[in-house]
């Protein structure tokens, strides 16, 4: 994202300038600080839409389902930043405003796509990529923190479930199953490299 870009080299530039960081660091400083910035603005800019329409309690439930559980599971990721932004924008977008009318569907139908949609995760995480192959150790360490953020999420689906919240449970559903497609994509491109190309 432009905006995250641009305030990233101002600080790495400051920062270099009062000679806090080494120049060679320069690249990793400007990296992580343009992803937090990315992360910031992205959850601020869905928070800010959901309470401007009325639907802060479902951009909450998608800033909390979708982007650590992503993050955690791993999967396909966009060839850019841009198209990364634009795709993530989107899908957040397309839940915000698809889970009031999609709830009308039956609630029974909600909770079997959430479980098989955790199952799929559990057993496909964590999925790497080709530019960033995990150890077995991380991959462990990976699954278990995913294990646990998933049955904190599986808590509460089932509240909101037993509370009759349908929009909200409807969300979580819904996030659980982007990721999950999600990681089958990362898979399938995974296999489609020769081992020369990953």
């Known amino acids: 994202m432009k905006l995250s870009n641009y305030l990233s080299q101002k600080i790495v530039a400051i920062l270099e300038a009062n000679h806090v960081i080494a120049e060679k660091e320069k690249d990793l400083y400007l990296y992580c600080v343009d992803f937090l910035f990315d992360v910031i603005i992205f959850n601020l800019t869905i928070l800010l839409v959901g309470i401007l329409c009325k ?33 993530s924008y989107s899908i957040s977008f397309l839940i915000l405003f698809f889970a009031e009318p999609l709830s ?83 898979i399938f491109l995974n296999q489609r490299r020769t081992p020369n190309e990953a």
């Open 55 to 87: 639907k802060a309690a479902i951009a909450l439930l998608i800033l909390i389902t979708l982007s650590p559980t992503k993050m955690l599971a791993g999967g396909a990721h966009a060839p850019n930043q841009l198209l990364c932004s634009i795709i």
């Open 104 to 186: 009308l569907f039956s609630s029974y139908l909600w909770v079997i796509l959430f479980l098989v949609s955790l199952v799929a995760i559990l057993l496909m995480c964590p999925v790497d990529t080709p530019n960033k192959r995990f150890l077995k150790s991380q991959k462990r360490k990976l699954k278990i923190i995913c294990s646990i953020y998933l049955f904190c999420l599986s808590i509460l689906f089932f509240i909101l479930f037993l509370l009759h919240c349908k929009s909200l449970y409807t969300t979580m559903c819904l996030c659980v199953i982007v990721i999950a497609i999600n990681q089958g994509i990362g």
